[in-house]
């Protein structure tokens, strides 16, 4: 076996060479989106386009310029974070439930969470549409906010859960054995080392929302958030618009998403089960 | 507080939220769906189907879901089996390929029209390699089977990272030992993949595959920003009953359709990927 290490080379040399291909396949086309935001209106029009971009601010100042564009944007924020205190609110004490109790019906309410994975969550924006209008709700933040926490919550639920799974039930107990009360240890002992992970579920739940395209045309109309915007004008705004927008839309949810990274594997994990 | 009542009262918001805004809108939709001013009616349904429409968008989405469904998941594998056999640099190419989970629907669109579009980056590359003597129209209104390339493209582009998540996950939930004993009877790398990994991840695979249908058969915002109204699909045709048409009965019953469609396949999976409760970890 003396061809054994060449051959080995040559594998992870074959190995290395599909990663950089398959990376390329994810940047480049990100990149080709910012060269256009980074070009001049003219540019982006232009034929053929070069494939650097010039550094010229013209199209996304006339994109940020654009009549309601910083309204949509604003909104786009509010709902998010709305959305984001939302499903925590409620997912994580779900998520501290199921990972420290058992108790009838738990596998019940399990199916319940695992249940909205199997259904078009979006479409409940058309029932909920007229349901608003009575209520008042319609074309609101807060009413936008509540489905897209619906979407957020089964995500929250479960990712809580396998962060409070993580943490031994020792750990707590030994807190009540020296005095703390239940929601004491919660406290001091498990809170300071599940926060890293809320966040990034939070983040998650942020980003879910952030990125919601259907529901936000369908409820919001006066109020309508970047996604709700950018569709309603795909068809009649001018190219350098859509790409900027394109650009504003993504830049966010890639900051996020480095920031939740080390989180991502993690939380599917144990959602599987 | 006795720690019998303790876990129900943490879990009654969730279950009330979930209530209010999963269980009781779908009742609502699919009353609208079903009656007209109060007498249960196919009608709407009717008036969905024979609309020219209708044939061609439930062709599109599913024949897109056929399509964009495999591919991902034979990419995603491939990325999760390449990472697992990486030394170095591992985790980069992890954050890498994961990148398009943050990306929207809409944006992976728009990143997409980028290269498609008329005085777009392909067209750029072909003049500038002289394959072309001047911009191609790729997404024209006759232009049908490029558009649904270009579709599933940004489909394959952006929605495989979820996938490749639940894989990676999944993988690193089997234990090494498996592999290990594999190895000790000699199997080659595709043999312990197709007969050791394969198997094992019969749960995060029934998982990854049902996510991944029910948002290809969801499919909307990628499709309004690539083909306009081009390439009709059945989540676009709700939206349009919903919004232009001001009808939203029958937007209920487009709801129904890609409920129901959604629900056949879920089955479908979970019995085709059928986890025995034994192996269940």
Redesign the interface.
Known sequence: MTSEPAHRRRA?QL??A??IL??A???V??Y??VV?SLSSPAE??????S?FPSFDTGSLGFFLGFAGVTRALLNSVLVAALTMVLSI???A??G???S??E?P??SS?RL??LM?????????A??????FIRTGLDDSILGLA??H??LA?PFA?LITYSLFSGIPLELEEAAWTLGCT?LQAFRKVILPLVLPGITASAIFAF?IS?????AA??LTIQNRTL?AF??QS??VSP?PL??A??FV??LP??I???AV?RY??????I??? | MGSTRLPYLLLLPSVLFLGVFFLYPFLLVAWEAFNRDGTPTLAHFQTMASHWKFGTALTNTLLLAAVVVPIQLGLALAMAVLVTRMTRGRDMALYVFTIPLGISDLAAGIIWLAIFEQTGFLNSMLQAVGAVDGPRIWLGYQDKATIFLAVVLAEVWRATAIMLVILVAGMGLIPKEYKEAAEVFGASPWQRFTRVTLPLLRPSLQTALILRTILALEVFAVVSALGGTNLPVLMGETYVWQFDLQDRHVAAAYAMVILGISIAFTLIILRVLHVPKEART
Request: net charge positive.
């Open positions: 992870r190995t290395m599909l990663v398959l990376g396949w994810v940047l086309p990100i080709l989106l256009n982006v029009n232009g034929f053929p386009k494939f609110g409620l997912g004490p779900a501290y439930a199921l420290r109790f108790f019906g738990k309410y319940l969470v909205t994975r199997a259904f078009p969550l979006p479409l409940l058309l029932p909920l549409a007229v349901l509540l489905v926490t619906s919550l639920i239940r980003v952030w990125n919601e395209v259907f045309s369908v996604t950018l569709l795909l068809d190219m859509k790409f927008g394109g839309l993504v949810a890639l996020f998403i480095f990274r991502l594997f993690a939380m599917w994990g959602a599987n089960r």
